[in-house]
């Protein structure tokens, strides 16, 4: 005699498994800003069980891509979700937080339909609630030679028990992307693939809800 299980209990057991399955790393990081000014930003970054890029078969704990950054600055509180590999924070000349991150990470500006702009990168902007994130058609020019103040090399899920860093601590965690990659926005760092070549006024209004 077959045995069938009821529907709830299939999809209790799916996300029992899928939960096993996946982590979230969050941590603290000091960062100095361009106006002098130091605040404290939490960061988080689930984790989930996949295949290695190239090789699906390659099964481990992978972080997604898909960050959560959350703030307070001037008396409001910001957050921000999404696959933006956020590097750069700074404050407008109206004293507005803005991120910024290279536009082609993690497939954002294909994602996002992002026109080929030089330089590419996009900066995000928030409404006045803090949770909705537009960007403009490219970055603001004061943003050029800005030096990466956000950690680039994520806490894993072993330095979970660590997680607050210090500026110093951004630094060392940081060196080897120094090496690799542009530590400072580039005004000339143009996009090798990934971006839309026609700019389409139907993208807008682009924006973010979380």
Known sequence: MKTRLAPWLIAGLCMSLLSACSKTVTWQEEVPLNTGEVIWVERSMPWVYKGGFGNP???AMRPTGEQTIRFEYGGINYSYTGSANVLWMAISTEKKPVLVARAADFGWATANSYTCVTPYYVQLVPDTTG???????????????LEVNLIANWPKLD???ENKFLTIDRSQRNSTF????????DPTYNASSGCVHKYDPSMKPNWSTK
């Open 57 to 59: 078969f390659d099964m």
């Open 159 to 161: 330095e979970m028990s």
């Open 131 to 145: 949770k909705n994130w537009t960007w403009p058609e490219k970055i603001d020019p004061w943003l050029y030679q």
């Open 178 to 185: 120094c090496l690799q990659s542009a530590c400072r926005i």
